[in-house]
Structure formats: C-alpha cells, structure tokens
C-alpha cells in the first residue's frame, strides 16, 4: 500500500499546475542562460569543424596539417614513436657515441624540439598544450613557410572547449587588461582581435580569430575573413575540394590514420626548399641521379608522412616536361620496371644482401648517361684502348653492344664481402667495397656472345698482362655457366665474373663467383621448401612490405638493410679515414714520398721504371702504407676520423630496413620511401 501511496502523490505533483509552473520557469532561466552564453560568448553545442582544409583558400602555397598531434606524443615534446628508437639494440650504442646529437645539430631538429618544450611555460593554468592545443595543428599560406616579417599566412590550431571560452572572453577589456605584461590585444569587432608588433611573425601585426572550434592566428585579416566565408559556403572551391590535394593526399588514407599531411606548390616551395638534387654538388651520385629526373620539373607535391614505428613518407606531384631534358622526358614517359619483373629478379637474390635496386629504361641509354659522368682523361684512355683493339669503334660503340644484350630493366644487389679468404682466392688489393651483382634479362644473345669473345681475347691487353690476369669458366648448376675474369686491378676481389643462366635468360655480372654461387643455388631453390623463406631475399617481411608499397612497379626501386650493411660500412670508415688522412698530411709527406719510391721501386721491381697499371698501383699502395707507418700522428688522428666517419652512419643502424620506389605515370610523379625501427 505504500507503493501505491508513493506512486499516487508523483502523480498529484506531475500533474498539479505548481508543477508546471515550475518546470516553465526553469526552461526560461536556462534558455536565457544560453542565449546568455551565446551573445556574450560562443554557442556551446555549434558543430565542430569536421576538415580544417575546407576553410583554406585552394590557391595557397602550402598546407601542413597534423590531426591529432597532441596524442602522437610522449612527453612533449619528445614524438610517441621515439620509444621504438629507445627500445632499439642499437640505441645505446649510437647514442653514447653522439652521432645522434650532431645529427640533431646539423639538421636544425634539435632546436626545433627544444624551442618547442618551452611553449609549456607560456600557457594559462589549467590548460594542457596536448589536450587543449594540439588535438590539430596546421598552418596555410603563401609564399615561404617562414616565421618571420615575411610570413603571409596563418595558424590553426583545434581549440578545446577552455580554449574557445578563453578566446571569446578576450572581448571583455578587463580580460585583456589581466593579460601578461608584453602581450597586447585589441578588439577590432566581429569576434577578432589584433596583436600589434607580433614577435613569431617577425613583428608585424596578428590577427586572432575563430571559426568553430578552430582558431586562427593569420599575419593578414583578410585570411580570417576568407575561412569564414569559405565555412558558410561549406567549403565551395576550398582546397578540401581540389584534386590536387584530395586526391594524392586523403584519397590515400584510411580511416583513423591521422599521419602529417602535406601540399605545397613547388614553383614557390623551390625558392626556399632549393632543387633535388643538387645541381651544385659533383658527387657522382647527385650528377647521376640528375639525368634523369629533378625537381625543378614538379607543379606540386603533396602526400604524408607517418611518424610511427614503420614510418612511410608518400608524395605525389604533377610534371612539366618541357623543363626536363630529351633523355629525362623520354625516360620518364616510358614504361617502369613492373612488379613481377621486380620479383624475378628478387626471387634469385640472396638474403644475405644487404640491398637491392632496379632502374627503368633501355640498358643502352643507362650506359651512355652513365659514361658520359666519367672524367674525360679516363673516357679518352678507355676509348683508346677500345679502339686499338680494332672490333669496336671506341667505348661508345661497345656500351652499345652491352646495352643491347639486355632488356628495359635491370636490377642490382649489394652483399658486404665476408666470405672467407683462402689460397684460391683471387689476389686484390682489400679495398673495403661490396659484393654486386648487376642482373638483367637477355635480349640479344648475339651481342652477348659478341662481347663475351671480345672480353676474353683482350682481357690481358685491358689488366696490363702483369702475370696475374686470367681467365676462367666455371660450370655452375640448372646449367648455368660462369667466366671468371680475374685480375689484381678489380678492386676489393681481384675478378669480374660473367653468369649465363639459359632456364632464366638471364646474364648476371658480380665480382665474386662465391656470390654467383649463392646466386645460383637461391634462383632454383623452390620457394615451398622451408629454407626458402630464410634464404630468399624475396620472401623476406621487409622485402614483402616494399613490394606491397610498390605493387603497380616502378621507374626506380631501392630496399635495403643497413644493419645488414655493417660488416662494409665498418671497413669503408677505415678506408674513407685514411684516405683522409692522406690528404691532410699530403703536405708534410710531399718531400719524403719521392725518396720512398726510389726505395720501393728498387725493393719490389729491381729498379724498373717501366710499370704496367697493375704494379703502379701496388708501388702506389706501398709508399702509401709506408707513410702512415712512419707518421707519428697516424694513430691518434687516424682513430678521430674513424669515429668521425662512423658518426655518418651510426644513426642508420636504428633502421631494420628502408625502401624507395619512384613511378611516373601520365605526367604525376609518385613516390614512397619507408623505414621500420629495428627492434
């Protein structure tokens, strides 16, 4: 019964007129609460903004964005994935040897960050810069993306509901009156404020606005005029809107994935960012790399990057070919090198290797660019040679006839030479270089057999016939046939060898016939044999994830292990060391070399003036070697410039493996590059 007398008296008062009375006047207090809130304020239940790049004007020089920064860090401003690099076995090691610290000095990162860690000091209490600051960050504008007097564009940070209510009281002035000492705002109406003189912006004035949840911090008013308007047209003919970026940015993210998004308009971006690659630098590399592709031809690029254990940075951009070359445009509007040409050449390729790259386009113009990098005294010494041979022209002539051997595409591995020494090996000089192996699919064994005979009947005028060359054919299995060229004047090995492989038509040049064993016995080992797995470098997780990123082919391809490369990097930095050494005591051993070689030369060759190429090059080695050993500093600075060179590469051994691919297809260039911190 007193159920029922509870229940009875709820009813009496639900439906008693006081009841309603009060209801009614409770709904009025909060409405005018909110409208209240609304007038003096914001409108605390408004939509957020659902894409920052909506209210951004699609003519803009650059957009970088990073949605959700603020739980992509530890603690700030350290990023969350440099707990993979802390938990990596060879962190410790690089890290006491500081490479990493000169890494972060040379390239402007470490100050970054430190600047950074100070923004903390700078906020109100009670606000989190993770939290209420960083749930996205993006910058626009025109012309530089630079920070100073300069700088024509804006900020945009996703405010939290304190950083909203924070911004809209500043249009109280007993607000701003509160504010730190050095730090003026004005009310200029219309919910925006002008900071005079603004520090970040090389002093000249800011201005503060908001559109949503957004805030916007611009150089120009106009900026925030232009969001606003862009946000009541829902985005109409904003750059969320363009191709350009929609497509080779979001276009290629899946759901959750909030990586560090990219669009920049090169024609303004080279200004600042400069030319790739570096149409200043001799290096061979940067001098090769150039004929055939810079970036002076891009219109844009555009794409991600993402900050996490397997990082992955993708651009894409459109090309002018009329500012490329004959031979760039034709190399790049012609076909890559596709997935399953790829794979072929990977599935004969030992796991052992600590890299492997494959390049588009017909042998014979890869020759040709190539050469024509070569000094020209060598090239004019090597077309003398050729032609007094009297079966070719010159060098041109027989780089034809090689290129011709092969088809569009080839591919080369790099394995560090570890393989024990013995008395059949081949006598060399220990240069510290890699085991390679230059692969490509046959298309004209005629050329083929043409220059196997011509290499064979002048390799003795080529090596200076010192008594060491040789020749020698080795028969391999699945008939396979291999010639070893051998010669002390081949660096690191002292041999060339030449295989056939009919079954796969294929002619591999490597200069090593240990690795061509290995070659061979990978090439025919079947892939469901559980060894298959260990031993194919094609069956590797890394090598498959390239592969994955790479899937439609490409016009360049590079994978690589640099934890693999050690075993070569650590004799290359005594190499490179020494060689450095030389040159700073070239000086001082200017006067004492000419005494040595008399000596040398007596000692090693009876006093003979007349060397051929191959004992030049050992009486070269000696004084050399006989100088360090005199040289008192040798030691102490010998030891400073290892570590200095090892510092180079240190950083590198954080990275189980890394990939590249770059692909051209109807004028949009696209390329991926990815790493995975090694464990």
Do not use: C
Not at 94 to 101: I, K, P, R, Y
């Amino acid at each position: 019964m007193a159920e029922f007398g509870i229940l009875d008296r709820l009813r009496d008062l639900f439906a008693s007129r006081r009841f309603m009375w009060i209801l009614t006047i409770s709904l009025a207090v909060l409405v005018a609460l909110y409208l209240l809130f609304v007038t003096l304020f914001f409108n605390p239940f408004e939509a957020k903004l659902v894409d920052s790049a909506t209210i951004v004007p699609s003519q803009v020089d650059y957009f970088v964005r990073w949605r959700e920064a603020g739980s992509q860090f530890g603690e700030f401003p350290t990023p969350a994935m440099w707990s993979s690099v802390e938990d990596s076995s060879a962190f410790p090691e690089v890290q006491s040897s500081g490479a990493l610290t000169a890494l972060g000095e040379s390239s402007g990162l470490g100050g970054v960050l430190e600047q950074l860690g100070t923004l903390s000091a700078y906020l109100p209490i009670g606000l989190s810069l993770k939290d209420d600051l960083l749930q996205e960050v993006a910058v626009a504008g025109n012309g530089a993306l630079r920070f100073d007097s300069g700088f024509e564009g804006m900020i945009m940070l996703r405010g939290s509901f304190k950083v909203k209510a924070g911004v809209s009281m500043l249009g109280f002035g007993f607000v701003r009156d509160k504010l730190p000492e050095g730090v003026q705002i004005e009310d200029i109406g219309g919910g925006l404020y002008r900071l005079p003189q603004f520090e970040a912006f090389g002093f000249q004035d800011a201005y503060l606005g908001r559109v949503k949840d957004m805030i916007l911090l611009s150089s120009r008013r106009e900026l925030i005029d232009v969001a606003k308007d862009l946000d009541q047209r829902s985005g109409q003919d904003s750059l969320a809107q363009s191709s350009n970026f929609h497509d080779n940015v979001i276009a290629w993210l899946g759901p959750g994935e909030r990586p560090l998004e990219v669009f920049l308009r090169w024609d303004t971006a080279q200004k600042q960012f400069g030319t790739f690659p570096n149409p200043e630098s001799d290096g061979l590399v940067s001098r090769f790399l150039r004929r055939f592709f810079t970036t002076d031809m891009l219109r844009f690029a555009a794409g991600y990057w993402k900050l996490e254990k397997e990082m992955e940075l993708r651009l894409s951009g459109d090309l002018d070919y009329a500012l490329g070359d004959d031979f760039q445009k034709s190399w790049l509007e012609g076909s890559p090198v596709g997935a399953q040409r790829l794979k072929d050449y990977a599935d004969m390729v030992p796991a052992s290797s600590f890299a492997f790259a494959a390049i588009a386009g017909d042998p014979v113009d890869l020759l040709l660019e190539l050469y024509d990098l070569t000094p020209e005294d060598l090239r004019q010494s090597m077309d003398r040679g050729v032609a007094d041979s009297g079966q070719y022209q010159g060098m041109v002539s027989l780089l034809r006839e090689i290129g011709g051997i092969y088809k569009p595409g080839m591919a080369v591995a790099l394995r560090p030479n570890t393989y024990p020494v013995d008395e059949d090996s081949p006598e060399n000089d220990g240069a510290p270089v890699p085991l390679f192996a230059v692969i490509g699919k046959v298309r004209n064994m005629g050329a083929y057999e043409r220059v196997y005979e011509y290499l064979r009947a002048n390799w003795a005028n080529f090596t200076g016939r010192n008594g060491n060359q040789s020749v020698q054919t080795v028969t391999f299995g699945g008939g396979a046939k291999g010639t070893s060229f051998v010669s002390r004047l081949i660096p690191g090995t002292g041999e060339i060898m030449v295989l056939q492989i009919p079954t796969l038509e294929v002619v591999i040049v490597t200069n090593s016939a240990l690795f061509a064993n290995d070659i061979i016995n990978v090439a025919f080992l079947d892939k469901k044999q559980p060894r298959a797995k260990r031993d194919k470098l094609l069956l590797q997780p890394s090598f498959e994830e390239a592969m994955e990123k790479n899937r439609n082919g490409a016009h360049f391809f590079l994978w690589a292990s640099p934890k693999a490369a050690r075993p070569w990097l650590e004799p290359l930095s005594i190499g490179d060391a020494e060689q450095a050494f030389k040159l700073e005591r070239e000086a001082a051993w200017r006067s004492r070399r000419p005494q040595l070689e008399k000596q040398l030369r007596q000692s090693m060759f009876e006093g003979r003036t007349a060397l051929n190429p191959g004992e030049e090059a050992q009486l070269l080695d000696a004084i050399d070697d006989a100088l360090l050993k005199e040289d008192s500093s040798t030691s102490t600075r010998l030891s400073e410039l290892v570590e200095i060179q090892r510092k180079g590469w240190l950083p590198s051994q954080l990275l189980e493996s890394m990939y590249l691919g770059f692909r051209v297809s109807r004028r949009s260039a696209e390329m991926v590059l990815g790493a995975t911190v090694a464990d």
